[in-house]
């Protein structure tokens, strides 16, 4: 069975070092038969904060699939850096830290 788009989120701010990023946040969830160390909660997720001037070039990524659980990318899809799922709102805090740390600070919540 395929998972479920649960929550979808996109937005474009400019940071306090001058970036314009482009925030995108998707998650889908499978039913709870199809858990696994790959999908901690039955979540799959790809969230993306990239520069708009450089698309390719500078990202913060964090994803998960199919043989590689939670992990994210800065600037190299090539590189990524585990890390453990312990929660959705503490993987989003993760997310917003990394991105705030490659491009400067910005205020946002969109689970809210």
Not at 12 to 39: C, D, V
Not at 66 to 93: N, Q
Not at 95 to 104: I, Y
Request: charged fraction near 30%.
């Amino acid at each position: 069975m395929k998972p479920l788009l649960v929550h979808y989120w996109e937005e474009t701010i400019i940071t306090s070092k001058g970036y314009e990023i482009s925030l995108r946040m998707r998650m889908w969830q499978f039913p709870p038969y199809q858990y696994s160390a790959n999908f901690p909660e039955g979540y799959k997720f790809s969230w993306i904060a990239f520069n708009v001037e450089k698309t390719q070039q500078e990202f913060v990524l964090f994803d998960n699939h199919e043989k590689k659980p939670p992990h994210y990318h800065i600037d190299d899809k090539k590189k990524y850096t585990f890390f453990t799922w312990s929660s959705r709102e503490e993987t989003e805090k993760l997310f917003f830290q990394k991105a705030q740390e490659r491009f400067g600070y910005f205020e946002l919540n969109p689970l809210e």
